[in-house]
């Protein structure tokens, strides 16, 4: 015991406390290649405030992606602090296996509130993947109580991200994220993604949504409703790059799943809890009613890990009358209703409702306009949102919209240049997305894509003197 707490004294002090050494030596950060795991260094943050973060160099940076689209009420909320300090002093934990909390029950029934439908109970998570493994796992023990085993397939879609534990990240479409990963590939059907701005050339958006449906029909009619559990889909691809699906065509889909007894869950991960303005988006501004939501994330701004699925009362009703009531449905988490979380949830609820939403709808549009403002960039393809989400995607050529023979290079390189000039970008391949804390000013929107604008165009310079681009 003695030597080995010898070792890590003479460890600590040959590395000076440095977090990032550490890190290297000791940590395994999300997504890292093969070449990288655990020799990789982040940008270290120590700091934040409203829509700040500040580095371990004391460089302040706008917070461009709040967190991992997370921090919606921004960073610092004192009141968010102190009701997690009083929760912990007053319940910091209990089993929800044999006890329960009431701060989980007084958000459950706000949320049902706020929820499309005949959304009633929610099921809490731990986060936004074991709430898209809970709705999929749900879908699975409600067909085999009512006596359809075979009815256990899903669609998915490509530029779709669910989720990182084994199911969920089975329904992730995006480029590269499945390369070296194994999956469940028997269970899940993938449909083509609703990106318009990635149509074939000269198809109208009418005709492409035709498309979309008639390929969800076609699938359902060569699988077979009665092999299809679920569809499972977000309102806005997020991670997929901010698509924004055209008019129409998720309430088709909405309504194709009703007819065919396909549970539609709306991963609202993302864009629930005023990303979009709205409490929920699905109904708010796409007029659906799914059988399930998922959230987490902006559910506790980023302060407490939390998530859940709210699940139709009719679907609750169908189990209540089955043959089957004694059917246990075997799926729970150790941090399932956490008191704390719940209780932040609530205060974060009440922010977003006080102001925090009507705000959101104030800035969205000028956020949007400002943005859009990037086309003017020849390395620009298309500036694409919706509320405070945005994605800014580069082309090597407009017309072909060829996305770059650099492309795994030219979000990390606007990103560099935009560190330097002091805000914090999401590079995806070669897009960048934004989606700041939902408090942002329009002043703070433009200083945003201000500094977007010059690490745009110091990219394209770099680009020009390496030869790579002539755009
Ligand atoms: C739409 C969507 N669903 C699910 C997830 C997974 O959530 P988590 O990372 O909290 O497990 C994410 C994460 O970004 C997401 O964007």
């Not at 209780?343 to 922010?351: C, E, G, I, R």
């Not at 935009?418 to 703070?444: D, K, W, Y």
């Amino acid at each position: 015991m003695a030597a080995v707490r010898d070792l890590r004294a003479s460890e600590a002090a040959d590395i000076g406390d440095d977090a990032v050494e550490l890190a290297k030596r000791h940590l395994i950060q999300p997504w890292p290649y093969a070449g990288s795991v655990g020799a990789e260094a982040r940008a270290l943050i120590g700091e934040g405030d409203g829509i700040y973060i500040t580095d371990s160099t004391g460089k302040r940076l706008i917070d461009g992606p709040a967190g991992m689209w997370c921090v919606n009420v921004g960073h610092r909320r004192e009141e968010l602090a102190r009701v997690m300090y009083d929760q912990a002093m007053a319940l910091s934990y209990n089993t929800p296996w044999y006890t329960m909390n009431a701060p989980s029950a007084e958000l459950a029934k706000r949320i049902a509130g706020h929820a499309p439908g005949d959304l009633s109970h929610v099921f809490y998570t731990t986060g936004g993947s074991s709430a898209v493994e809970t709705a999929l796992r749900f879908m699975q023990f409600y067909n085999n109580v009512r006596g359809r085993p075979e009815k256990k397939l899903i669609l998915s879609r490509g530029g779709a991200y669910h989720g990182s534990t084994y199911l969920s990240a089975s329904l992730n479409g995006r480029p590269r994220d499945r390369d070296w990963m194994d999956g469940a590939d028997e269970l899940v059907i993938k449909l083509s993604s609703p990106d318009p701005f990635r149509r074939p050339h000269g198809m109208s958006l009418a005709a492409f949504t035709d498309f979309l449906v008639d390929q969800f029909l076609d699938t359902v009619a060569r699988v077979g409703a009665e092999k299809i559990g679920a569809f499972v889909g977000e309102p806005v691809q997020a991670s997929g790059g901010v698509v924004v699906p055209p008019d129409g065509y998720l309430k088709r889909i909405r309504q194709i799943c009703r007819d065919n007894d396909i549970l539609y869950v709306s991963d609202e991960v993302v864009t629930a809890f005023g990303r979009l303005g709205h409490v929920f988006a699905s109904g708010d501004m796409f007029g659906i009613d799914p059988d399930m939501i998922t959230f987490a994330k902006g559910v506790t701004s980023g302060y407490f890990p939390l998530g859940g699925v709210i699940i139709s009362e009719r679907l609750l009703e169908e189990l209540r009358r089955s043959n089957h009531p004694d059917a246990l449905f075997g799926h729970g988490l150790t941090y399932t209703s956490h008191p704390v979380g719940c209780a932040v949830a609530l205060k974060n609820l009440d922010l977003l409702e006080e102001g925090v939403l009507a705000h959101t709808q104030d800035v969205a549009p000028y956020f949007q306009a400002q943005l859009k403002t990037l086309e003017e960039l020849p390395l620009v393809g298309e500036v694409r949102g919706l509320g405070l989400m945005g994605c800014v995607e580069c082309v090597a050529d407009r017309e072909s919209k060829d996305p770059l023979q650099l492309d795994k290079d030219v979000g990390k390189r606007i990103d560099a240049h935009c560190h330097e000039l002091g805000l914090l970008v999401r590079p995806l391949i070669n897009m960048c997305v934004m989606s700041p804390p939902l408090v942002i000013t329009r002043e703070q929107i433009d200083d945003m894509v201000g500094i977007l604008r010059e690490g745009i165009s110091r990219t394209m310079d770099d680009l020009r003197k390496e030869g790579v681009w002539r755009g």
